[in-house]
Nanobody, 116 residues
Framework: VQLQASGGGLVQAGGSLTLSCAAS????????LGWYRRTGGRRRELVAQ???????TYADAVKGRFTISRGNTKNTVALQMNSLKPEDTAVYFC???????????WGTGTLVTVSS
């Protein structure tokens, strides 16, 4: 499974950005699509994910501000980020998880910078 992410960039606090990701290859094995982020030397942390049946999970830090959605083909995912805060600044990674839950696939990171 290959993941191609787009979006990201620089935005002022309170602004909005949308991240998009398209999966290709053996997408029939994919259940969850989602986004993780990494700040500095910390481990990647889950931001949001959505299952093929559109069950969503959000990190507490982004609940009510971010919305994840999946395209009609189920192979694309978007993360609408509103009311951005400086602490949202991170490298964001698109992620796919297979149906068995034991394989993760990663896209290249995209930088989101929120200025105060």
């Amino acid at each position: 499974v290959q993941l191609q992410a787009s979006g990201g960039g620089l935005v002022q606090a309170g602004g909005s950005l949308t991240l998009s990701c398209a999966a290709s290859g053996s997408t029939s094995i994919v259940d969850y699509l989602g986004w993780y982020r990494r700040t500095g030397g910390r481990r990647r942390e889950l931001v949001a994910q959505i299952s093929r049946n559109e069950i969503t999970t959000y990190a507490d830090a982004v609940k009510g501000r971010f919305t994840i959605s999946r395209g009609n083909t189920k192979n694309t995912v978007a993360l609408q980020m509103n009311s951005l805060k400086p602490e949202d600044t991170a490298v964001y990674f698109c992620n796919a998880e297979d149906v068995a839950g034991d394989r993760h696939f990663w896209g290249t990171g995209t930088l989101v910078t929120v200025s105060s």
